[in-house]
């Protein structure tokens, strides 16, 4: 069973700059999250996607956006890069859309905005 | 607003006391709760959940929590600690209404175990 991956690892950005960032999604899951993780605080819920479509969005501006390919991988894509957005962002799927179901985390991507 | 309090920024435990590393959350609905474990360099790690039933849950490495619904709490326990438990912890909650199914965190609990 292959787990969550993502993909870089790192990333340097310069503000005003676009990126996307990857996730392939364990093997069988359909659904897939996106987090935004700061240095020292909780993941932020950014949105989640179900069967291609986002079903759930948190606080986060439009310039957040992202897909989910037909095999259930994922990209998440931010334009207009802001020195805030530097954080660990993280990708996880679960088995089904369920509210219930626990989450399986990627290793995160470090994106880096200067 | 929905949040999610874990009061405690770090614990420290001697190997082979027990631990506890406390949650309070507070959501409009009835809630589904979670705890994870984040080791350095590593992704999340799912270790329980609360769904329905029993108050006491059981996890992965020995690890269990009490949800508490009067007092909106839902700590993780240990009996035995380990000095391989040493990570930070953190808890999150899902209010089982919400249509965004959205996932709340807390800021996480460092957790040091002491030889």
């Known amino acids: 069973e292959t787990g969550v991956t993502q993909s870089p690892t790192h990333l340097i950005k310069t503000r005003g700059q676009q990126v996307t960032l990857r996730c392939s999604s364990q093997?069988?899951?359909?659904?897939v999250s996106w987090y935004q993780q700061a240095l020292g605080q909780g993941p932020q819920f950014i949105f989640q996607?179900?069967?291609?479509?986002?079903?759930g969005r948190g606080n986060f501006p439009p310039r957040f956006s992202g897909l989910q390919f037909p095999n259930y991988s994922s990209e998440l894509n931010v334009n207009a890069l802001e020195l805030d957005d530097s954080a660990l962002y993280l990708c996880?799927?679960?088995?089904?859309?369920?509210?219930?179901?626990?989450?399986?985390f990627g290793p995160g991507t470090r994106l880096t905005v200067l | 607003a929905q949040s999610v309090a874990q009061p405690e920024d770090q614990v420290n435990v001697a190997e082979g006391n027990p631990l506890t590393v406390k949650c309070t959350y507070s959501?409009?609905?009835?809630?589904?709760l979670f705890w994870y474990v984040q080791y350095p360099n590593r992704g999340l790690q799912f270790l329980l959940k609360?769904?329905?039933?029993d108050n006491l849950v059981k996890g992965s490495y020995g690890f269990e929590a009490e949800f508490n619904k009067s007092q909106t709490s839902f700590h993780l326990k240990k009996p035995s600690a380990l000095v391989s438990d040493s990570a930070l912890y953190f808890c999150a909650v899902r209010d089982r209404m919400d249509s965004n199914y959205q996932l709340i965190w807390g800021a996480g609990t460092k957790l040091i175990i002491k030889p």
């Open positions: 609360y769904i329905t039933g």
């Open positions: 959501v409009s609905g009835n809630p589904y």
């Open positions: 996880a799927s679960s088995l089904a859309l369920a509210a219930y179901n626990e989450q399986f």
């Open positions: 093997s069988g899951h359909n659904t």
């Open positions: 996607y179900y069967r291609e479509e986002e079903n």
